[in-house]
């Protein structure tokens, strides 16, 4: 997955909100508030979701898996 391997060699496996929203490139507000939404793209990135503390991250295997599908989705 080079998707997979770039985001991990720059960010780790985890992602914080902050880095999310550069990675969608959106700012890390809207991006919490997109993801309050019901849609199918918030239930996966939802779904990638660790809370640590009061801390939120993403698994960023789990969010180059999302971005893979939905690349992969919009070209067919």
Do not use: C, H
């Not at 939404?37 to 898996?65: M, P």
């Amino acid at each position: 997955m080079q998707i997979e391997d770039a985001l991990t060699t720059q960010f780790g496996p985890l992602l914080s909100v902050a880095q999310l929203a550069k990675v969608l490139d959106r700012s890390a507000e809207g991006l919490r508030i997109s993801l309050r939404a019901n849609s199918d793209w918030t239930r996966e990135i939802n779904a990638a979701r660790l809370k640590l503390g009061r801390r939120v991250y993403f698994r960023t295997a789990d969010i180059a898996k999302v971005l893979t599908d939905r690349a992969d989705s919009s070209e067919g």
